[in-house]
């Protein structure tokens, strides 16, 4: 049995975050729609410019975004939602990809969340457990569902080019340059 703290929370949803207060219920749900657009439009802007998503990433941006901005639950949400409505709209990610990227996606949004948010870790840090758990979670999808559909690779081809890094090693190198600048000018402008 959990431990029950105050206001029935128990010790894990403390811990995790996962408690949204009612007074910010309508500023977390209100960021994550934009997130969520974000997460349709920016894919959009960068095929415009002819930089592919498998190897600029830039659905990544707004789920890692929403974790380290908003908190675990919108990271989540926008991970997990991010791609399936962008397939909907846009046709892109392709259909097979959808699960694989949602699972991936919602991993990097609750884990940026709660190591930044709750854990107190920093910026670079969690952002490099985000993107690893969230890459370990698509290799493992791409096992589990390559058992029951046709997908371009197998989970072994997968995981010996160290998890499709090597493919979109550009989109990691902006992650890693972007985001924490991001966070750092949203951490400062919230403190003035």
Do not use: D
Not at 102 to 119: H, I, K
């Amino acid at each position: 049995m959990q431990t029950k703290l105050s206001n029935n929370r128990t010790l894990i949803e403390e811990t995790l975050g996962l408690i949204i207060p009612r007074n910010a219920m309508a500023r977390v749900a209100l960021a994550t729609v934009l997130y969520l657009a974000l997460s349709v439009l920016l894919p959009i802007a960068f095929h415009q410019f002819g930089l592919g998503g498998r190897v600029w990433l830039p659905m990544h941006i707004p789920a890692l975004l929403a974790g380290f901005l908003v908190g675990p639950v919108s990271g989540l949400i926008v991970g997990a939602v991010g791609p399936g409505l962008s397939a909907l709209l846009t046709g892109m990610p392709p259909l097979y990809a959808v699960p694989l990227m949602s699972m991936e996606l919602m991993m990097y949004g609750l884990v940026a969340g709660v190591c930044y948010n709750r854990l107190r870790i920093n910026v670079y840090l969690s952002l490099l457990l985000a993107m690893l758990m969230g890459r370990v979670l698509f290799g493992l999808g791409i096992a589990f569902l390559g058992m029951f559909m046709e997908i371009p690779y197998t989970a072994g081809q997968w995981f010996s080019t160290a998890g499709a890094m090597v493919t979109g090693w550009p989109g990691l190198i902006v992650q890693i340059a972007v985001i924490p600048f991001v966070v750092a000018g949203w951490r400062w402008k919230r403190n003035q």
